[in-house]
């Protein structure tokens, strides 16, 4: 898992109710972004951080938020505006830059209730 | 364990036979690709890279073949064993993101 890790590995919340994943790398990597999988389906980026203090949304951000205010850590809030949000949550992080190879955490299984 | 995907496309070989899994992209400016692979409930793991101006790419025991004419990449892995048993995905980078495919799942028989 390269340096990054992501806890709980497990996370039950009841409906309505806001939770946040911790994501955090040594690596020194500049870039950190979260994906979300789905059975059936491949990784959709929620928001990604290129730079501390810097975030952008991905493809599905509606329904989470995120900080960035250390390069280490970017945690990942799901609101309950997120009308799904059981999923396996990823975090990634890279060097940033043209090459830009991406290195997974072990994931978060968020089941809401 | 997590379950990454229940119907993904699934490529059965016998141990010790060659793999080759196929990825279609959609980008004709992507310039750098991505295999990665993810074993039940675990994060995606890095396997091997390469760049628009190479057409092939050699690790241990797996190649990357690229032809940017048709968009079309590949993963072929050498003597298939028990432990490459997993979801493989590839990525090609779009400016500062990567843009996944859907996985291919690859089961290894004895």
């Known amino acids: 898992d390269g340096g990054i890790t992501q806890s709980p590995k497990y996370l039950f919340r009841k409906e309505g109710q806001n939770v946040t994943l911790s994501c955090e790398q040594n690596?020194?990597?500049?870039?950190m972004y979260w994906y979300r999988q789905d059975p059936g389906q491949g990784l959709r980026l929620i928001y990604y951080?290129?730079?501390?203090?810097?975030?952008q949304k991905g493809d599905i951000a509606e329904g989470y938020s995120v900080s960035r205010e250390k390069k280490e850590s970017f945690p990942l809030t799901v609101t309950s505006a997120q009308k799904n949000p059981t999923a396996f949550y990823l975090c990634?992080?890279?060097?940033?830059?043209?090459?830009?190879?991406?290195?997974f955490g072990p994931g978060t299984r968020l089941t809401v209730l | 364990g997590e379950s990454v995907g229940l119907h993904l496309p699934t490529l059965s070989v016998q141990e010790g036979d060659n793999s080759i899994i196929n990825c279609a992209y959609s980008?004709?400016?992507?310039?750098?690709f991505i295999w990665y692979k993810q074993e039940s409930g675990k994060g995606p793991q890095f396997i091997i890279d390469?760049?628009?101006?190479?057409d092939k790419r050699q690790g241990q025991r797996v190649t990357v073949l690229l032809n940017k004419t048709v968009k079309h990449l590949s993963l072929q892995i050498a003597a298939t064993q028990p432990g490459d048993s997993a979801v493989y995905f590839c990525?090609?980078?779009?400016?500062?993101?990567?843009?996944f495919g859907t996985g291919t799942r690859l089961q290894v028989f004895p």
């Open positions: 990634a992080s890279s060097t940033g830059g043209g090459r830009d190879t991406q290195y």
């Open positions: 690596l020194n990597h500049d870039a």
């Open positions: 951080s290129q730079i501390v203090n810097d975030f």
């Open positions: 980008n004709s400016a992507s310039d750098y």
């Open positions: 390469i760049r628009s101006n190479m």
């Open positions: 990525a090609e980078k779009e400016t500062d993101k990567l843009i």
